[in-house]
C-alpha cells in the first residue's frame, strides 16, 4: 500500500480510560481515532482481522506489579491478535503475510522494529489451522494448555485430571490433551449446554455443572472422580479450588492458571482455606506464566496442528464482531457468557 | 526384669478424654495409671525416658482425615520418643537398647511385634547424639528439616532461604543446613532472645523478630531479604505466609511444613490471599510428610551426626521434667513459650 494512502486511513482504538472497580464498564474506556502512521525502518504495519479476549486482560487494567507492567491510562488497551501486513519496512515480513502478535485493541497496530524484538510477533501458517484456532488451541490458550498441563502438572496415563472452566479457551485444550496422553478427565463448567459439549464433542469423561446446585463440585467430585484427584488445573480460583483441595490425592499437583471468579472481587481475593491439604497430601500447587515456554511453541504448535488435522482435538471459538463492541465484549468473559475461545474479529481478511 | 516384678509396676498415663475446640486444655487430658504388662512374642517392654512434643499433636487431636488417624478418644495419646528395652521377646532387641519410636504420653510402652512393623521403632546409637538430640536434630524435627528443604526446596548455593518458626525444632535444622549448603538464611521468630540466638549461636544472616511491630515481617524481609525469597520453609501459616508470599521471587519454593498460628483456630483456616502470587511468579507450595521419607532417614541421620560432631550444627532443646506436667507442658508450644525443641522428661535414664 503506498504511503500516501495509509495517512488517509483512520485507525479505531480502545484505551483506558480508568481503573476498574469491579467489573470494567464502558467508563473504563476511551475510543479515539487516528490517523495510521507509517512504519519506520525495520517496523511494520499491521491491519488487525481479530483480537483474543482474555481474562488475563482484567489484571492488565489493574496498577501494580505482575508477570507484565499493567497498561498505563491513556494507551491503546494491550491484547494479543492476528493480523495482515500491510506495509512493511522489515525485509522478514511481506505485505500479505499472516502475523500473531500484541496488537492492541485497535484496527491497525503499527509495530517497530523494538517491538518486533520485544513482543515476539511471528508470522503464522493458515495450513496448520484457521485464523481463529491461531487464537485457540495454536495461540497462548493453547500453548497455555499444553506447558501447564505437561510441564507443570506431568500427568500419567491413568490419572485422574480435573480442569476448571473446561469449556473455556484454555480449558477445552487442557481436557482434550490429557485424554490424548491417556487421563481420566473431567471438566468443571457452567450450565447443562457447555458440559454437554465438553463431553459428548471433546470427549471428556464427565463434567460437573458448577451452577447446578450448592454442593454441585463436591457432589460431582464423589461421583466422577471416586479415585480423586491427580491434576487439578485451575483456572477460576474461590471455592471452587477450596472444594478440589478437599479431594486431591497424594503427590498430587495443583496449576494455578488463572482464577477469573476473583478478578473483579472488590474485595481481597480469597485464599484457599484448604491449602493445608497441600501438606497432608504431600502435594504441591504450582503457578504457570505461558511466556516462559516460548522457545517451545513451535514445538507445541507443532504437535497440536497435528491433532487437528487427524481430529483428535476440537475446537471452538465464540467470534465476536465488531471493534465497537470490545467494552461489552469483554465483559462476557467475566459473566461465563462466553462458550468457546472468546475472540473479536475486527475485519474481513 | 523378671515378669513378676513388671506386673507391680504401675503406667502412669495420658489419654485423650476430648477434642478441644481452640487451644487444648486440662479437659481435654484424662490420666489413668494401669498395671505394666508383659511383652508377647515378638514384642517389646520400653520405659519412655523422653518424648517428644510437637506442633503435628494438634492435628492429631482432631476428628478427621488427615496424614495418619486421629487420636480416638479414650485412646493413650501419640507421641514419639526415646525409651529403654526393658523387657524383649523379639531377637532383635536387647534389654537395655536405646529405641526411638512411637511410645504415647505414658511411662511404659507395651510395644507389639505389629507395632514393630507398622510403627518402625529403631535403635538409637547414643554415640551419634544425645538422647534429646535424637528428638530434635537426629529425630523428626531433624529429618523433617532435612528432607523438606533439600527434597522439596532444592535450594540453590547463593540463594536466599527463609524460615519462620526459626528458633523452633524444625526451624533451627532448615537454617543451620541451608548455611551449610551456601545460602543465605534469614529467620523469623517470636521476641529478641529468640532472634538473637538464631543470628549469634547458629549463624543465620538474619532474624525478622515478628512480634516488634505490625509491619515486622514485610520491614524486615525488606531490610534482609533484598533480593526476594527464594526458597521459604513455612511452620506458621497464617499472615506471616501472606505477607512472604508478597516478595518471592520467580520460581520460589515454599514448603509447607506446618501452620501453628492456625492449629487452634476456633475459626475456619486462613488461607493465603496471596496465593495468586504463585501465579506471577512461577512459583510453587508444596506439602511435605516427614514419614514419606523413612528409608533415607539413616543417610540424613549419618549426615547431620557428622555437622553436630564437627560443630557446624548445634542444636537447642527445651526440656521439661515430669509426665505430669504433659497438659501444661504442651501448651508452650502454641504460646511460643519454647525455646528451642521442647521436649518431655520422663524418667533419668
Same mark, same amino acid.
Given at each position: 500500500m503506498a504511503s500516501s494512502s495509509l495517512n488517509t486511513l483512520s485507525n479505531n482504538q480502545f484505551r483506558l480510560a480508568s481503573r476498574p472497580f469491579g467489573l470494567p464498564n464502558a467508563t473504563n474506556w476511551k475510543q479515539t481515532s487516528e490517523a495510521v502512521g507509517e512504519p519506520l525502518e525495520g517496523g511494520l504495519l499491521v491491519k488487525t482481522l481479530a483480537l483474543s479476549l482474555d481474562p488475563a486482560m482484567r489484571g492488565w487494567m489493574n496498577e501494580g506489579k505482575s508477570y507484565i507492567p499493567p497498561v498505563a491510562i491513556g494507551e491503546v488497551m494491550r491484547a494479543g491478535g492476528i493480523g495482515k501486513?500491510?506495509?512493511?519496512k522489515?525485509?522478514?515480513?511481506a505485505v500479505g503475510d499472516h502475523v500473531s502478535g500484541s496488537l492492541g485493541v485497535q484496527e491497525y497496530a503499527l509495530i517497530s522494529q523494538e517491538d518486533l524484538k520485544r513482543n515476539g510477533l511471528f508470522k503464522i501458517d493458515l495450513r496448520a489451522g484457521t485464523l481463529t484456532q491461531w487464537l485457540n488451541v495454536l495461540g497462548m490458550p493453547g500453548m497455555t494448555a499444553y506447558f501447564g498441563l505437561l510441564d507443570v502438572g506431568q500427568p500419567k496415563a491413568g490419572e485422574t485430571v480435573l480442569v476448571s472452566g473446561?469449556?473455556?479457551a484454555v480449558g477445552q485444550t487442557v481436557g482434550q490433551l490429557a485424554k490424548i496422553k491417556g487421563c481420566k478427565v473431567v471438566g468443571i463448567a457452567g450450565g447443562p449446554a457447555k458440559c454437554e459439549?465438553?463431553?459428548?464433542?471433546?470427549?471428556?469423561?464427565?463434567?460437573?455443572d458448577y451452577k447446578s446446585g450448592p454442593n454441585a463440585v463436591k457432589d460431582g467430585m464423589k461421583a466422577h472422580c471416586p479415585n480423586g484427584v491427580d491434576v487439578y488445573f485451575d483456572n477460576v480460583g474461590g471455592e471452587i479450588l477450596d472444594t478440589v483441595l478437599t479431594r486431591i490425592n497424594r503427590k498430587a499437583r495443583i496449576i494455578i492458571c488463572g482464577a477469573i471468579s476473583q478478578y473483579n472481587n472488590t474485595t481481597p481475593?480469597?485464599?484457599? *482455606? @484448604?491449602?493445608?491439604?497441600?501438606?497432608?497430601?504431600?502435594?504441591?500447587?504450582?503457578?504457570?506464566?505461558?511466556? =516462559?515456554?516460548?522457545?517451545?511453541?513451535?514445538?507445541?504448535?507443532?504437535?497440536?496442528?497435528?491433532?487437528? *488435522? @487427524?481430529?483428535?482435538?476440537?475446537s471452538r471459538e465464540d467470534v465476536v464482531f465488531g471493534l465497537d463492541t470490545f467494552p =461489552?465484549?469483554?465483559?462476557?468473559?467475566?459473566?461465563?457468557?462466553?462458550?468457546?475461545?472468546?475472540?473479536?474479529?475486527?475485519a474481513k481478511d
Open positions: 501486513v500491510i506495509a512493511s522489515n525485509p522478514k515480513f473446561a469449556a473455556g459439549w465438553v463431553v459428548k464433542e471433546l470427549g471428556f469423561d464427565a463434567c460437573i481475593v480469597q485464599g484457599p *482455606k @484448604n491449602y493445608l491439604s497441600l501438606l497432608v497430601n504431600r502435594a504441591r500447587m504450582e503457578g504457570i506464566v505461558v511466556f =516462559d515456554y516460548a522457545d517451545r511453541y513451535h514445538l507445541a504448535v507443532a504437535e497440536m496442528a497435528g491433532y487437528l *488435522k @487427524n481430529g483428535r482435538m476440537k =461489552d465484549t469483554l465483559t462476557k468473559l467475566f459473566s461465563g457468557e462466553n462458550f468457546g475461545k472468546l475472540v473479536l474479529e475486527v
